[in-house]
């Protein structure tokens, strides 16, 4: 009897880990972030509850298919609602920028076919950066089209841990900051603009339309999180001083909304000069995620003074 209620309470103790162990993973992906701080940021108020729902929209806005189309040059949205993905179209194959969810591969692969592609023809598979939004359903692309799938050295350990149905996350090539990836001609460069995640990606690349050069930025999250540790504020001091230097005509990201895609897309129905050429938007996002990320660490600061 005695041997039995000290084995229940062992049962117990166990049961009370786990359930705290849940709590925990519930609080860390299912809870919004707080409602503060507030910054103000070319006239509009963001916390850090807005951004992330702003960015994600709703569980149907994640999944439900954002109509293809082409951006500039040989750059095309093949995307959700609020998740991107970018297709670029060269003579030689294209390059899939994100896979998003897995469950929004079969999506992404109805938009490249109305465009008048194949998906077969995705020869390289890149991506923003290493959470499940963005990179999920590497494995289904790599299962599907074949292509070689490239990442950030540095966020090779959080991608690894994406598995979705227990699939390894394909890698098979490694990249580190400024290297070149090319196809057909077309040349992207990944910059390491970290902070968001250890290796967040932001690519850019020339494109051309009507006889003109435009520098095309596929910018990485700068979010920042809720926590910041020395090591992780040392990285965005240097990834928002990148992201100002960089030259910007069509800035993009890895949710529509950080660079009003769904306004930009309205205005191309109406026709005349191409609305994702902005330069004077380029820097928005980096502006509004670098103001919430100094109003962070002051609250943080303040939070530890006696
Ligand atoms: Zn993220």
């Keep these: 009897m005695k041997k039995m209620s000290r084995l229940n309470l062992f049962a117990c103790l166990v049961a009370t880990v786990l359930l705290a162990a849940n709590a925990n993973i519930g609080q860390a992906q299912g809870q919004p972030p707080p409602d503060h701080p507030a910054v103000t940021v070319r006239g509009q108020t963001y916390t850090p509850r807005s951004i992330l729902a702003r960015n994600m929209g709703t569980e149907a806005d994640q999944t439900t298919q954002f109509p293809p189309h082409k951006i500039i040059g040989n750059v095309y949205y093949v995307g959700t609602k609020t998740l991107s993905s970018f297709l670029v179209v060269t003579p ?39 959470h499940g939004d963005h990179q999920e359903g590497d494995a289904l692309v790599k299962q599907l089209t074949g292509a070689q799938v490239m990442a950030m050295a540095e966020d090779v350990p959080a991608l690894q841990a994406i598995k979705p149905g227990g699939k390894e996350h394909p890698i098979d090539k490694i990249l580190h900051d400024g290297e070149e990836v090319t196809l057909g001609g077309t040349t992207l460069v990944a910059h390491l603009t970290p902070g968001h995640t250890r290796g967040c990606t932001t690519w850019t690349m020339k494109a051309q339309e009507s006889g003109r050069t435009y520098n095309v930025m596929f910018g990485c999250s700068v979010r920042p999180p809720g926590v910041l540790t020395p090591a992780i504020v040392d990285e965005f001091n240097r990834s928002f001083k990148l992201l100002h230097a960089l030259p910007c005509d069509v800035q993009l990201g890895d949710h529509g909304a950080q660079y009003n895609m769904q306004e930009k897309f309205a205005k191309i129905q109406n026709g005349g000069r191409n609305p994702f050429i902005e330069p004077a938007s380029c820097k928005v996002e980096a502006d509004i995620e670098e103001a919430m990320f100094h109003a962070i660490l002051d609250e943080q600061q303040n939070a530890a003074r006696p």
């Design 92 to 130: 030689q194959g294209n390059i899939l920028i994100d896979s998003t969810y897995e469950r929004n591969v079969p999506t992404i692969q109805k938009s490249v076919e109305q465009l008048g592609l194949k998906f077969s023809d995705v020869k390289i598979l890149l991506g923003n950066h290493a």
